[in-house]
């Protein structure tokens, strides 16, 4: 069960994990995770029972011939224990958001936090809200733009942009492309309440998608110059 409680311009969120911190590689079905195309994890500080072993289901995962992604969330202990980076060498992407990425890296800007993660993963999104996402790949650098919508709720909006990028990346997608269609589902996620709801509307999700082309040109996707 998760709590948003808005505070000023800052949203906490207060979640009961549950069963979360107690589950562990026994739970996984891991032949049939090994079976799939790309591995995602999310909400790494939240998931104490796994971990210890997430370093070896990566590398095995990459073994297999699956892409690999980590999204970490944040660390409610506010610890950001260096242990999370033992699962970098197995990562293809990395997608925080901007205060994450700072964490992290244990800067305050989120420029310097790209790059210097971009030194440990392939590829290195991190999400900056209506200023849209900045991206390093190896030196390259990227800045991608979101579409104007009108927002009514964001939560739920980079895990939303992690689904759109994912989608494209394992399709084999140019850099641009990916970052422009995370921005389109991460902007659909944000018009509707509750994280989910714009999704579940299969006409309104249908129609948007429609009226948000995959055009990285003209959503303000463009390599820049360090």
Not at 75 to 83: H, I, L, M, T, Y
Not at 94 to 99: A, G, T, V, Y
Not at 140 to 156: H, L, N, S
Request: hydrophobic residues 40%; charged residues 25%.
């Amino acid at each position: 069960m998760t709590v948003i409680l808005p505070q000023g311009k800052q949203r906490y969120i207060l979640t009961y994990p549950g069963t979360m911190f107690e589950m562990s590689e026994k739970d996984l079905d891991l032949d049939y995770v090994y079976r799939a195309t790309h591995l995602h994890v999310s909400s790494y500080f939240l998931q104490k029972g796994l971990q210890p072993s997430l370093a070896d289901i990566f590398r095995k995962a990459k073994a297999a011939g699956l892409t690999t992604s980590l999204d970490t969330n944040d660390d409610p202990e506010d610890r950001w224990s260096s242990e999370v980076q033992e699962l970098f060498q197995y990562l293809d992407l990395l997608l925080p958001n901007e205060r994450e990425a700072c964490k992290l890296a244990q800067v305050d800007d989120a420029e310097q936090a790209a790059e210097i993660l971009s030194r440990k993963v392939a590829t290195v999104v991190v999400k900056r809200g209506s200023r849209g996402v900045l991206a390093r790949v190896s030196k390259e650098r990227f800045v991608a733009m979101p579409p104007k919508v009108e927002a009514i709720d964001p939560v739920g909006a980079g895990d939303s942009f992690d689904a759109g990028f994912i989608d494209e990346f394992i399709r084999g997608a140019k850099i641009e492309d990916c970052l422009a269609y995370g921005n389109i589902v991460g902007a659909l996620s944000v018009t509707r309440p509750g994280g989910t709801e714009a999704f579940r509307d299969a006409a309104y999700r249908d129609s948007f998608l429609r009226a948000h082309p995959l055009r990285a040109e003209t959503l303000g996707t463009a390599p820049v110059q360090p």
